[in-house]
């Protein structure tokens, strides 16, 4: 059996979760009415915007999303409806896809980026100053680290 959290921990636990629920229903409620986006849509727009060619295989976006297949495939479809992604078979395998962000999907996130920024600075970053940054950088990147090689281990 687990050892119990002492209660410094569970306060620690609590204030984190609590939060943390509460920043992202903010961030989520900012961005759709800024842009209609979800943050799911937006995450998504980020990481094609960044990758080369601005197509990611959907293996690998899901895996940076941290969302199963199958929640990607919806994801995605959701996306396509709305023009701002395409799906299209891998050039080097034509049995996997990727997703590929369109010009609509580009115009999107420069759209909403601004107002993103200001929701992220107004309701997280303003509130902490350049020790916590750093310190929750360094926290939430090892943290991010060993979760990311105990999946890869399963």
Known sequence: MAEPLTPTEMVGWRAYIESSQ????????DLRADSGLTFNDYHVLVLLSEAPGQRLRMGELASRLVFSPSRLTYQIGSMEKRGLVARESCPDDRRGSEAVLTAEG???LREAAPHHLRSVRANFMDDLD??????????FTRLGERLRAERVAQ
């Open 130 to 139: 350049e020790a916590e940054i750093a310190v929750l950088t360094r926290v």
């Open 22 to 29: 509460r920043l992202m229903t903010q961030l989520e409620e």
């Open 106 to 108: 580009l115009r999107a």
